[in-house]
């Protein structure tokens, strides 16, 4: 429920100035009461700063002056309730807190509210097309000067151009741009020119979008960063199914650490990927140990090829999970690859699940090779090819993975005991 109120925040300053406050010591008087939120920010012995939130419907109150909102506090209060919530004391609300509640009763026409939600996501797409401007010239500037000269100019090249999408709320874009900065340098140059030609992609994708069907329009939407509120996703129909966790995938990008989980539908053979964010060392609110099956319905965000989605109350299995069945080869794979990008050009990731595959080394690569012949490269975040080399002993193996139209990072492989993590298993 958290998430769609951080998604209110007007500007990535604002919501960083928020997650500073989150860890002051200043907040006192700290409370709920199921449906609101409060607390009193002391501002150098002055007058507190009184900061109260609407959970359910995104309403904030605040009387700083901070001309932006939802502001900093109200964001705060927000960080507070998600990561320690503990501060919070259930009760009534002081008188302050009262008036507030009072006036956000006062009766508003549904037709305004809409007009004001649709005005909000003009101006923010309005900013985005600006941004996606810039990020045409900058690509044309450097097809023109070649990655090398670009590349030698250092990684704050890179670091600018990502800051610049952020500020045009094109985080998304931002994360792929930033994650140039870092590249090995033996990878670089074909890394670098794969995300570009992606980016020019998306560029000329977004100014016909007018053009496209709804579902695609929101894939290209959520591809630059504006996802779909929880409550609207909790509105279209779920699919229910018995689902086993089969990977899951961690990392951290400017303080923001993310989580994907890939579940896989028994019934519907469907993949959903669950994914999740928190900040600095909060820990993740539902835990997805691998192997374990879980029942209930995903709600999939809106596209004309569903992946990612919410598990609102997922139930323990409490049965073996049945119909797991992989990919003899990569031909096949390969081959429902390219029908999904053909429907949603924007998948990052593609979850595959493949018997019969072989870890080698040939020279300095790292690859996996069908029971054809066929190899494919491992992606270079995948730290345990040469254990994973060990416990497979060249005999095939039963691989879960990723892939990114490139290279597969394993996740997960059967064993004897089961499914077990990629970079863990027992040798």
Known sequence: MTDHLLELSPDAKTLEAGRRLFYSRRWRLLGGDGNWLWGEFDYNGRRAIESAVQVVEGKFHCSCRARARPCAHGLALVFL?????????????????????????????????????????????????????????????????????????????????????????????????????????????ETIARTLGDLYLFVRAWHIRDEFTPDRRDELYQAAGITTRRDELLQRTGKSDHWLVLGTVQGEEDRLRYRRVWVRGERSKRYALLLDYVFGRAPFEQSWPLSASFNGAIHYYPGSYPQRGIFPEPRPGGRPYDGLKGYAGFSDMLGNYRRALGVNPWLQQYPVYLDDVRPIKKGQQLLLVDSAGGALRVHPDYGGFYRLLAVSGGRPMTIFAEFDGYRLRPLSLLTELGLVDAEQAEI
């Not at 919070?88 to 002081?94: A, C, E």
């Not at 600006?130 to 990684?155: F, H, K, V």
């Not at 704050?156 to 930033?178: E, F, I, N, Q």
């Open 81 to 189: 309730l998600k990561n320690n919530a503990d501060r919070f004391t259930v009760g009534q609300p002081p008188d302050w807190v009262r008036s507030v509640q009072h006036r956000a009763l006062r009766p508003v026409r549904e037709v305004k509210n809409e007009s004001m939600a649709d005005d909000r996501l003009a101006a923010r797409i309005a900013l985005m097309s600006e941004g996606i401007d810039e990020l045409e010239l900058r690509l044309l500037d450097i097809a023109r000067r070649g990655i090398a000269d670009t590349q030698a100019q250092g990684a704050d090249t890179w670091l600018a151009m990502a800051t610049r999408l952020t500020d045009a709320k094109l985080p998304a874009l931002a994360g792929r741009v930033r994650r140039l900065a870092d590249q090995p340098e033996e990878a670089a140059e």
